[in-house]
């Protein structure tokens, strides 16, 4: 079974940077997605890339803002996010998928426990 770590939230000021982290205990899925629930919220896909990393997915909402990349060891996948808004902030989760749409939830099977960012505006 996969287990996934996602590390990098915190407290940022609107329009600053932040990069999140995803560890993933072996590599095995087919692709890694990065989602964010905030209170009240249903959860959102915000962006997926294939393992080979040749192949990448956002939200409408993220595109041109953030950029997700994966190692060459496939086990560990970055979420650069660039000039947040207050919109932004949510508990960011990383899930790895082996089929299914990216941006469907129920495609993952596996998802870490999320990391909390706090967007101050």
């Known amino acids: 079974q996969v287990q996934l770590v996602e590390s990098g939230g915190g407290l940022v000021q609107a329009g600053e940077s932040l990069r999140l982290t995803c ?13 964010r629930q905030a209170p009240g919220k ?13 192949t990448t997915g956002y939200g409408d909402s993220v595109k041109g803002r953030f ?3 994966i190692d060459s060891a496939k086990t560990t996948v970055h979420l650069q996010m660039n000039r947040v808004s207050a919109a932004d902030t949510a508990k960011y989760f990383c899930a790895a998928g082996i089929s299914g749409r990216w ?17 101050s505006s």
């Open 42 to 54: 249903e959860r959102e896909y915000v962006a997926g890339i294939s393992e080979s990393g040749l």
């Open 23 to 35: 560890k993933a205990s072996e590599a095995t899925s087919r692709f890694i997605g990065w989602f």
């Open 103 to 119: 941006e469907v939830p129920t495609s993952y099977p596996y998802w870490g426990q999320g990391t909390q960012v706090t967007v």
């Open 67 to 69: 950029t997700i990349s």
